[in-house]
């Protein structure tokens, strides 16, 4: 039993150690012009080195005049502009956060790569189920909850969102993770925030499936970056040969050897 504990201990520690959590950003929207120009901040969350996924409540009012920044630092406040923005197609301005494609894209000129720390997430499946517990970015950090399937509060939601405990500590943007055995799946991203806080209900989540297949279309990729080719230097005909030649003197040796052995055997006994 002991020995059991301490296994099933061992593998969920090797299974923490290999957890990466992807790069989250914030992400605001301002003004070059107008003082008074107000935005909430959300957050973002890489999909690889160039693009982030965020809410598109969060970055609908760009334009020639309103950029959209985002800062990877806690401390700092955002800095570094974003190239630029791709909404949802189904996006509805009007409904805003109660929008069914409450879902944006931010590009960046930069690359994201943090020492080499980097972890870009996979999107799930178009209609994948999900289950069991997740990861949910909350202000304090990453915090294991579990995913419920019966909502307690209504009696029909719709299938593409995700529910987990109420939190508090969340904002516009914040996404939900799995991590497997070889991938990390961003699974849901808050797309509104609760009303009343603390609340009995549950989060409702905008589940990320339905939207996996918009996010991986090649047009919403960006170009891979050139690398240089790999040229395997020319190896010329006569040293391949030399080479053969001096495989087949080590091998006759060996021969030698086996028969000296042999023979050295047969006399000793
Ligand atoms: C990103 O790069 C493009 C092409 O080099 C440039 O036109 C654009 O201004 C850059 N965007 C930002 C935000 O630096
Ligand atoms: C929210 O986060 C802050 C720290 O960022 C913490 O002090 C506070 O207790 C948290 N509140 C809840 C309800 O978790
Ligand atoms: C989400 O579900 C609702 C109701 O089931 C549906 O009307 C809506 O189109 C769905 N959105 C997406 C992006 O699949
Ligand atoms: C959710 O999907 C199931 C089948 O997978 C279907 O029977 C049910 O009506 C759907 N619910 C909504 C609200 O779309």
Redesign the pocket.
């Known amino acids: 039993m002991k020995l059991l504990t301490v296994l099933l201990a061992g593998i969920l520690t090797a299974a923490l150690a290999d957890l990466r959590f992807p790069l989250v950003v914030l992400v605001v929207q301002h003004s070059k012009t107008d003082p008074t120009f107000s935005s909430e901040s959300c957050r973002g969350t890489a999909l690889d080195e160039h693009r982030i996924l965020t809410v598109a409540s969060c970055v609908d009012r760009w334009s020639e005049d309103v950029e959209v920044l985002i800062g990877t630092s806690v401390c700092k406040a955002p800095d570094q502009p974003v190239d630029h923005v791709v909404l949802h197609p ?1 996006y509805n301005p009007d409904l805003k956060t109660k929008s ?2 409450n879902v944006a894209i931010l590009f960046v000129n930069e690359s994201m790569q943090v020492d080499g720390s980097f972890l870009a997430p996979n999107l799930p499946g178009t209609s994948e189920k999900t289950s069991g517990s997740a990861f949910l970015d909350t202000t304090p950090g990453w915090q294991q909850v579990p995913i419920l399937q019966n909502n307690v509060c209504r009696s029909q939601t ?4 995700t529910l987990v405990p109420s939190t508090c500590n969340i904002t516009l943007g914040s996404t939900l993770l799995q991590s497997g055995l070889s991938r990390t799946t961003l699974i849901g991203m808050v797309t509104s925030t609760p009303d009343h806080c603390p609340s009995r209900c549950p989060l409702e989540l905008t589940s990320l499936g ?2 996996s297949h918009w996010a991986n279309h090649p047009k919403l990729r960006p170009p891979p970056p050139p690398r240089a080719a790999v040229q395997l230097p020319e190896v010329p005909a006569s040293v391949i040969f030399s080479f053969l030649k001096l495989l087949a003197v080590i091998g006759s040796l060996g021969g030698v050897s086996f028969v000296f052995c042999c023979v050295m055997f047969l006399i000793s006994s």
């Open positions: 189904l069914t494609a719709s299938n593409n969102t339905p939207f």
